[in-house]
């Protein structure tokens, strides 16, 4: 799941799988838990747009290198 097309470990990959899952972890932590200690709407933000823009790369770079190869 984590190697690229080379069979080298993605770094997008890990970051995304790894952003997704602390992402998912904080919105379920955070629903029951007071908003008093919850972080800040910008960090989760932060968060949420590393996730993606990590998911995102991987999905160009996969769909790049096939129209390259034809």
Do not use: D, W
Not at 2 to 15: A, D, M, Q, T
Not at 17 to 43: D, K, Q, R, Y
Request: net charge negative.
């Amino acid at each position: 799941m984590f190697n690229g097309p080379e069979g080298i470990i993605s770094h997008k990959r890990v970051l995304g799988s790894v952003g997704f899952i602390l992402v998912c972890g904080t919105m379920v932590a955070n629903s029951f838990s007071n908003t008093e200690i919850a972080p800040s709407p910008e960090l989760v933000a932060a968060a949420e747009y590393l996730t993606m823009s990590a998911l995102f790369g991987t999905v160009i770079e996969k769909f790049a290198s096939k129209k390259q190869g034809e």
